[in-house]
T-cell receptor
Framework: EAQVTQNPRYLITVTGKKLTVTCSQNMNHEYMSWYRQDPGLGLRQIYYSMNVEVTDKGDVPEGYKVSRKEKRNFPLILESPSPNQTSLYFC?????????????FGAGSRLTVL | AQTVTQSQPEMSVQEAETVTLSCTYDTSESDYYLFWYKQPPSRQMILVIRQEAYKQQNATENRFSVNFQKAAKSFSLKISDSQLGDAAMYFCAYSPYNAGNNRKLIWGLGTSLAVNP
């Protein structure tokens, strides 16, 4: 089944404890992206990657890092999480040739930082 | 900057009835894409329907159809024969045609749809 897989789905952590949210897609998509979803703010893009070793900032990159060492994986790293990073996170991917910028989303990761 | 506005935070519909969700957007581009995504309680973001701005014909997917008014920059979603499983948050989203390296979607804040039995 073609899908984007995120882990963990739920995580409660404490301020300053480094964590990584993994994202993997099995569709051989070139493009991958991370969004965060917050009430009243909608979905905002954190980082995106057009291909292996090519990443760039989205609208709200502060406090996050990403890497794209393999085509299928695009982990989101929070080096020193803070409570304002409590949010619902989505990973999404797209094929270069899919047209219409159709994104396939993961199931979301609910992160709480205490 | 492009923006997407959904003016109805909440709506409700009776099962088997028809409901229309509104979306307006602002852009100076002539070519772009518009989307409706559904987010049920499971939180999964599911594509409902998409529309290419250069196509005059309104997109349709089974019980879901859109009313695309390019001049008015309006993109409403009509759900016919509403079912209990249609209860969800619905998001309208915009993407420029030539997105370059970033296929970012610009999102509205969503409309929460309740379906009453």
């Amino acid at each position: 089944e073609a899908q984007v897989t995120q882990n963990p789905r739920y995580l409660i952590t404490v301020t300053g404890k480094k964590l990584t949210v993994t994202c993997s897609q099995n569709m051989n998509h070139e493009y991958m992206s991370w969004y965060r979803q917050d009430p009243g703010l909608g979905l905002r893009q954190i980082y995106y990657s057009m291909n292996v070793e090519v990443t760039d900032k989205g609208d709200v990159p502060e406090g996050y890092k990403v890497s794209r060492k393999e085509k299928r994986n695009f982990p989101l790293i929070l080096e020193s999480p803070s409570p304002n990073q409590t949010s619902l996170y989505f990973c999404a991917s797209s094929n270069r040739g899919s047209g219409a910028n159709v994104l396939t989303f993961g199931a979301g990761s609910r992160l709480t930082v205490l | 900057a492009q923006t997407v506005t959904q003016s109805q935070p909440e709506m409700s519909v009776q099962e088997a009835e028809t409901v229309t969700l509104s979306c307006t957007y602002d852009t100076s581009e002539s070519d772009y894409y518009l989307f409706w995504y559904k987010q049920p309680p499971s939180r999964q973001m599911i594509l409902v329907i998409r529309q290419e701005a250069y196509k005059q014909q309104n997109a349709t997917e089974n019980r879901f159809s859109v009313n695309f008014q390019k001049a008015a920059k309006s993109f409403s979603l009509k759900i016919s024969d509403s079912q209990l499983g249609d209860a969800a948050m619905y998001f309208c989203a915009y993407s420029p045609y030539n997105a370059g390296n970033n296929r970012k979607l610009i999102w509205g804040l969503g409309t929460s749809l309740a379906v009453n039995p």
